[in-house]
C-alpha cells in the first residue's frame, strides 16, 4: 500500500479499516541466495538496498527477537557526518544524503529531522581542535559552522556560559545533522524490504554456521536449518560471539552504554547539543522528552543495562551544561550493547570464510550510519566488492596497522 | 556492581577501571613470529557472553591490579584476587 495524503484521507473517511500490516511477518523457507543474520536497523537496510539495487529477492533476515529490540530502538536518535578522518568522512556524508531522501525513497515517515548538532567547546585547544574538524568537512563537502561565544548564546541561551571551570567559547555546527524517528527506521526498512519479496523472520536465533570446505552454505536456526548461498552477519553487540560460531576472533568488545529520557515538557531544546568538557549529548524529541546519553559504562557487557555511577556522571554533565533541567525527573533509562573495535571505526568487509560477510564494530555510533551501512554492505554482498565509501573498514586493517582511529586513543575500546 | 577487593574489602565499582579481559604474557618481541603475536595479543579479544576474566585497577583504593571473575550476562562478580598471584 502506498502513503500518500490520499490513503490517510480514504482510511479516514472509511474508518481506518483499510489498512494492511507494514510488512510481512514471514515464515522461513529451506533455502535463499542470501541470509542476513539480524534484523536491526543495519540488516533491514542492507535486505532493502540488495532488494532495490542490486535486485536480489530471495533473501531472509533473520531476527532472534522482535523485529527493533535491539540497538535500533535503543539509541538516542542522532544522525550526523561531523567526522575528522578521511576514511570515515565520506561514509558518514553519503549516509547524511541518504537520510535526507530516506523518506521518498522509502515512502515512509521517518521523522527525519536536520534541527542541527552544536558540539561545543571550552577551552582554545579544544576551538583549534574543533576548527581543524570543521575544515576537514568542509574540505569534504560537508557543512561546518564554526561558532563563537555570543553566536551560541543568541542560539542557546539558556546554557551556563559562565562555568567556572568550562565556560563555554563557542562551538561547532553542523547544519544538516538532527534527528529521526528510530523505530520508524526499522519499520520503514523492513516494509520497502518486505514489498519486494524480502522475507524478515522473527523469533528465530542462528546457532551455527554450515561450513563445507571452508564456504559457508547455511545456518542453523532455532526454528531449523536454512540453506543460503551467501550469509551476511549484522549482529552489532553480539558480533564476537555470533563471529565465534564460524571461528572467528574479532578485534572487538561488547560494551553497555546507557541512554536516557525525561518527562515531556514544552519545546526547550531546538537541535543536539553535546558538552565539551564532560561527556553528555541531549535533544528533545517531539513528544517532549529530553533524549539524552553519556559514556559507556566502561566494562564489557552483555546485559542491556548500566550501573548507577554513569548514570550520575550523565546526569552531572547535564546539570553543569544546563542547570534549568536540574529539577525534571527521568522517565526511563535503558542499556544497548555496542560493539566496540580497537580504533573505534567500523568493519564491513568479507571474512576468512568464504560467502560470509560481516557488518560489525559501530561502537556507539551505529544508528547514524543505517543508510550508508547497508547501502554499502549489499554492495559488497551484490558484488564481492568493497564499495568505495566504505573501503577504510576493512578487517585486516589492525594486522596491516592501518586502523582509522578517530579520537587517537589506541586499542583500548572503553575509551573510544 | 561492587567488586570484593582482597585488599579493601567489598568496594563500589566506581573506584575501579578495567583494562578488558586477561590476555596473557607481552609477546616476545624477537620472535620470528612476532608480529602476528602482538597484532594477536593487542586487537583480538575472546569477548565471552558468560564468565570472563578481566584485570581491574582499584585506581581510588589501594590501587593494586586485580584479576576479577566477572560474568558479562550479569554482571555477578564471581571472585577477584591480586593479579601479582599466579603471574610469572
Redesign the interface.
Known sequence: MHYSFFSLLRNAMTGHRGWTPTWRDAEPKSAYDVVIVGGGGHGLATAYYLAKEHGITNVAVLEKGWLGNGNIGRNTTIIRSNYLLPGNIAFYEWSMKLWERLEQDLNYNAMVSQRGILNLYHSDGQRDAYARRGNAMRLNGVDADLLDREQVRAMLPFLNFDDARFPIQGGLLQRRAGTARHDAVAWGYARGASDRGVDIVQNCEVTGFIIENGHVTGVETTRGQIRAKKVAISVAG?S??VG?MAGL??????HVIQAFVSEGIKPLIPNVITFGAGHFYISQSDKGGLVFGGDLD??????QRG?L?TVKDVCEGGVALMPLIGRLRILRNWGGIMDMT?DGSPIIDKTPVDGLYLNAGWCYGGFKAVPAAGWCFAHLIARDELHSAAAAFRLDR??RGAVLDEKGQG????LH | MRIPCPFCGSRDVSEFVTIGETSGPRPDPSAPDAAQNFFTYAYLRDNPAGPSEEYWYHALGCRSWLKVLRDTRTHEIESAALAREGAR
Open positions: 553480539n564476537s560471539r565465534a576472533r574479532l578485534p572487538i568488545e561488547s566502561g566494562y564489557k557487557s552483555y546485559a550501573n555511577p580497537m589492525f594486522a586499542p583500548q575500546p572503553n
